[in-house]
């Protein structure tokens, strides 16, 4: 599998390689190198001068052109060579100028598979400019237990706006780009996105499952979109249960065993399957009909959204990032626990008016009758 990665990551680089911008200072190195070449079988060059000082150089050949001529051409030829050497040089420059200036900040999220080995920070391609600063985050000792230590992770997740900005230092936003990825619980993913809102740009990769390694959403758009339903049973209800299906089907059994009596908005995928959504846009239109049933719950009297999101890390973070806690019902994100009584046993609140992100436990007062 190494072998075959490292041979993956070669042809992606060579790929790279020949699919380049061509810089025109390459052009005229090129074609005046091939020029000189093929002038240069059979010429002969004299100097004229003092020794070490070449006053004149004198071109002869014998393939039918007069020496004038091609003493003509070969200056015009190295005249070429050297403005394209000159283009290159000052290109090189300028480009390592701007890479100092520019920076790259790699959020790794380590919460449930060890990535350690394959990290997303050597995952990135050779075209991202800008200087890598790694700003991994570990919560895995946190969460590989039984219980999970929730708030002992939040409180380390919490430092990742702080680290980026001492990271980031004077260097204004347009010249950095944040990369986030990671493994962890649903909850604290949509959380992480949250954080990231305000960073500028921000390029999400996510783990490619069969294959163990990062991988960039840079799949054709399959034009698949959320079927929305529920929404219009929810009234005037003041707590509503979102379901979201984006990568599995979210169990609507244990939704009604946690939740009593609250009334479910679905957005649900055609066929959700996991280790699929890598397209870029899709997500981007998965988002915006996230976004906008936020909006239709607020504009409905909704002050509580409880949500149940099956999705991918990336569509998680995205999802977070979207939220505005400003204009929105407080959002609440569970986590499923199929083994356990209740099926959600824990959520986490984010934060909004002024509180902080908490931790809660699913009381069993909320549990339908059926579970009591």
Not at 18 to 24: A, F, G, S
Not at 84 to 109: C, I, P
Not at 317 to 340: K, S, T
């Amino acid at each position: 599998m190494k072998n075959s990665n490292w041979l993956r990551g070669l042809v992606e680089q060579v790929v790279v390689f020949l699919l380049r911008p061509r810089h025109l200072g390459v052009a005229l190195i090129t074609a005046s190198s091939f020029v000189l070449v093929s002038l240069g079988s059979g010429f002969d060059i004299k100097a004229k001068g003092l020794p070490g000082v070449v006053d004149v150089l004198e071109f002869s050949t014998g393939q039918g052109l007069t020496g004038h001529l091609l003493s003509a051409v070969t200056y015009l030829m190295c005249a070429t060579w050297l403005a394209g050497l000159v283009m290159v040089v000052m290109t090189y420059w300028r480009e390592r100028q701007d890479g100092d200036a520019r920076r790259v900040l790699v959020v790794e999220l380590r919460g449930l598979v060890d990535t350690s080995d394959r990290p997303l920070l050597g995952s990135l391609p050779r075209t991202l400019p800008g200087q890598r600063h790694d700003c991994s985050v570990n919560v895995r000792p946190y969460l590989s237990i039984n219980p999970p230590q929730v708030e002992e992770a939040l409180d380390e997740l919490m430092h990742i706006r702080r680290q980026l900005r001492q990271v980031r230092g004077d260097t204004s936003r347009a010249n950095v780009t944040v990369v986030a990825g990671g493994v962890m619980h649903v909850p604290l993913q949509f959380y992480v996105g949250t954080l990231l809102d305000d960073e500028g740009a921000v390029l999400l990769y996510d783990w490619e499952r069969t294959e163990k390694r990062w991988k960039a959403l840079n799949e054709a758009d399959d034009d698949s979109r959320f079927n929305i339903t529920g929404l219009e049973d929810v009234a005037d209800a003041k707590e509503v249960v979102l379901a979201v299906s984006a990568s599995y089907k979210v169990a609507m059994t244990d939704i009604a065993v946690t939740f009593a009596d609250l009334p479910v908005v679905h957005l649900a995928r055609e066929n959700p399957l996991p280790n699929a959504l890598w397209s870029e846009a899709n997500q981007a239109a998965l988002t915006q009909q996230f976004l906008q049933t936020l909006g239709s719950l607020a504009n409905r009297g909704a002050k509580t959204v409880h949500l149940v999101l099956a999705a991918p890390a990336t569509l998680c973070i995205r999802f977070g990032m979207a939220y505005d806690h400003r204009n929105m019902p407080e959002l609440r994100c569970y986590q499923r626990d199929a083994g356990q009584l209740p099926p959600y046993p824990w959520s986490v609140r984010m934060p909004k008016d002024g509180q902080s992100v908490q931790y809660l436990p699913t009381a069993i007062s909320t549990l339908a009758p059926a579970a009591a």
